[in-house]
């Protein structure tokens, strides 16, 4: 599994972008994979999560109802779609694939790491 980030960028508040992260190698088809973000100064926070077969989701309190995983297996490629951004959204967004097919909201559940890409929101 290589992970590659892209889509972030600079936007305004209450702009949507759409984080894609893709494996070069083309084998994490049966991994769970999620988003985190970090903003300075900050802990890494989780920020959803997709089963291997894109079934089951679960995202954080604090972008439901905005963000939207979702996978295409077709394309090697998980999707992260951001609505409704705000400020406080502003941060390093990582993506990251799991050791097994479904995994949950923990670091610990996640074996490869992206190099992450910025999310700046002005207000």
């Known amino acids: 599994v290589q992970l590659q980030a892209s889509g972030g960028g600079l936007v305004q508040a209450e702009a949507s972008l759409r984080l894609s992260c893709r494996d070069s190698r083309r084998t994490f088809s049966n991994n769970a994979v999620a988003w985190f973000r970090q903003a300075p100064g900050k802990e890494r926070e989780f920020v959803a999560t997709v089963s291997w077969n894109g079934d089951s989701t679960v995202t954080a309190d604090s972008v439901k109802g905005r963000f939207i995983i979702s996978r295409d297996r077709a394309k090697y490629t998980v999707y992260l779609q951001m609505n409704s951004l705000k400020p406080e959204d502003a941060a390093m967004y990582y993506c990251?694939?799991?050791?097994?097919?479904?995994?949950?909201?923990?670091?610990?559940?996640?074996?490869?790491w992206g190099q992450g890409t910025q999310v700046t929101v002005s207000s």
């Open positions: 990251a694939a799991g050791y097994k097919s479904c995994a949950g909201a923990r670091i610990s559940d996640y074996r490869y």
